[in-house]
């Protein structure tokens, strides 16, 4: 028993040492004797590799630092070489240095209205040419060529001065306030345009008979130059009409007709239809739009009317539980409701609408919460007043309003002077412009007792069928009085209609 377990500690003793020693000389040679030769092969072809000496990374950052310099360098000459060369333009006469800024395009302005505040007091102490030179290219830009025009340059320039007699420019002016208003404006009426012409393309594939056009694109940008002017002249209206119902209808001595027998005594009729004075304002306001731009426009708001009373109805198609789902059973806004939104919001808020976005429910909430703020005025005007009038005996001295709200306040509807009188005047809408005795009076004074007028949509066919426009009339003061009637012609706005 002990041979044996000698013997069995000698095998185990010399099983470890040869096991150590099979580790050892494969840790040392790599395992077997051909891998250990392949192994040496390779590291013996392999290139040493050598440490990048600090000598050559210096070269290299002393090269680097060079390119530096010179780039500082060449920066710091260029900002010397720009500062002397703005040095010698502003060393130029003034009226040079005008005419070269009148040259550049309205990005190019208000980009250099940035650059510093010596540049920006001279292009507000400037501000009239200026704006005067970007107005003008605004007014070439929305005049585009095509074929019935005869001279687009003597249209492009009956284009500004059309505008700028609806909004003349305050003289003298130390500010670009004109230009940014005019500019919100414009903006405003291309939308508004864009909003019709959809609605228009909309309605034009439901005439029995008319073509169905592979690129309206074409079609839809005659009509937008087309309807260019008579959007701005309804833009203005809008706004004399709103001012002349919140400021000066409540200052007139209605007269009082007498009372009948169902009419309770305090409830005479206090609509703006029953004011002649009012009346004579609107039929004086007509008198200064030339014929030539009375009639598109009368139609442009009569495609707007179109266009929101169909924005502002639910689908019929829908039964009752999927009208229910949908919203479509909330109640539609009443005349009375449009009336009062198209006169108080005029173009701005008409332009927010569209028959192809958004929802039933979100346009007719965006009307109510228009109106709602409209109707809610006269009170918030007492509580306004009442807090004014407290906090000026509280402080000596008054805050002046902010310069942005004064850039502002002439585009946005005066809801601090609505009053309950104004409110009460606003007519019905089937009642305002389209059926109104001064539009339909100044409109057929105008033309020939043989002419008739064609319907809005007749309108929008005679010129997507390219019937001839007048001309554009002169702008003098002495031939004023002849331009407002129309001159002989078969013009798109009068019958017959032709087929496209």
């Known amino acids: 028993m002990e041979t044996q377990h000698r013997v069995g500690l000698n095998t185990m003793g010399v099983a470890g040492v040869l096991r150590r020693s099979s580790t050892v000389n494969f840790l ?35 090269s680097r630092s ?52 010596t540049v920006y007091s001279f292009l507000q102490a400037n501000a009239c040419p200026i704006s005067r030179s970007l107005l003008q290219q605004c007014a070439y830009e929305h005049t585009p060529y095509t074929i019935e025009m005869n001279d687009p340059e003597v249209q492009a320039e009956y284009t500004y001065d059309y505008i700028s007699t609806l909004y003349p420019q305050p003289l003298p002016s130390s500010s670009m306030d004109y230009l940014l208003q005019m500019l919100k404006r414009q903006n405003q009426i291309d939308k508004m345009l864009a909003v019709t012409m959809q609605f228009v393309q909309m309605r034009i594939y439901m005439i029995p008979g008319s073509p169905r056009f592979e690129d309206f694109r074409p079609y839809k940008t005659k009509l937008t130059r087309r309807m260019h002017l008579a959007a701005w002249t309804m833009y203005h209206f809008l706004e004399k009409y709103r001012d002349m119902l919140v400021h000066e209808h409540p200052k007139h001595r209605q007269q009082r007709q007498p009372v009948s027998s169902d009419q309770e005594p305090g409830h005479e009729d206090r609509n703006v239809l029953s004011c002649p004075s009012c009346a004579e304002l609107v039929k ?33 198609y829908a039964g009752t539980i999927e009208r229910r789902l949908r919203g479509w059973s909330r109640k539609s806004p009443t005349d009375t409701d449009l009336a009062q939104y198209v006169i108080f919001g005029g173009i701005p808020e008409l332009s927010k609408l569209s028959m192809l976005k958004g929802s039933y429910s979100s346009r007719i909430e965006l009307v109510g919460a228009f109106n709602d703020k409209v109707s809610s005025a006269p009170t918030t005007k007492r509580v306004t007043v009442a807090t004014s009038a407290y906090s000026s005996l509280a402080e000596s001295s008054a805050v002046s309003p902010a310069s942005f709200y004064e ?35 100044t409109m057929f004074e105008l033309v020939k007792p043989e002419d008739q007028i064609v319907s809005a949509f007749g309108f929008v066919q005679n010129i997507l069928a390219g019937k001839k426009e007048p001309d554009p009339p002169s702008r003098r003061a002495d031939d004023r009085r002849d331009n407002q009637r129309i001159e002989d012609g078969d013009f798109d706005f009068l019958a017959p209609v032709k087929d496209f």
Request: hydrophobic residues 35%; charged residues 20%; aromatic residues 6%.
């Open 28 to 62: 040392d040679n790599g395992g077997s004797s051909g891998e250990s030769s392949r192994r040496t092969s390779v590291v013996a072809e392999s290139p040493s590799s050598r440490r990048p000496s600090l000598g050559g990374l210096s070269l290299r950052l002393s």
């Open 66 to 117: 060079k390119k530096s310099n010179a780039t500082r360098d060449l920066d710091a000459s260029a900002g010397i070489a720009a500062q002397r060369l703005g040095e010698a333009f502003f060393s130029l006469p003034e009226e040079i240095i005008i005419q070269v800024l009148c040259h550049l395009s309205l990005p190019d302005i208000f980009a250099l209205r940035r650059t510093s505040r």
């Open 407 to 441: 850039l502002t306040s002439a585009l946005q509807p005066p809801l601090a002077s609505v009053s309950y009188d104004s409110l009460a005047a606003v007519p019905d809408l089937e009642h305002f412009i389209i059926d109104s005795d001064e539009w339909v009076t």
């Open 284 to 316: 004086s306001l007509l008198s200064t739009y030339p014929g030539t731009e009375l009639i598109p426009a009368y139609h442009f708001y009569d495609l707007c009317r179109q266009h929101l009373r169909s924005l502002s109805r639910a689908p019929t």
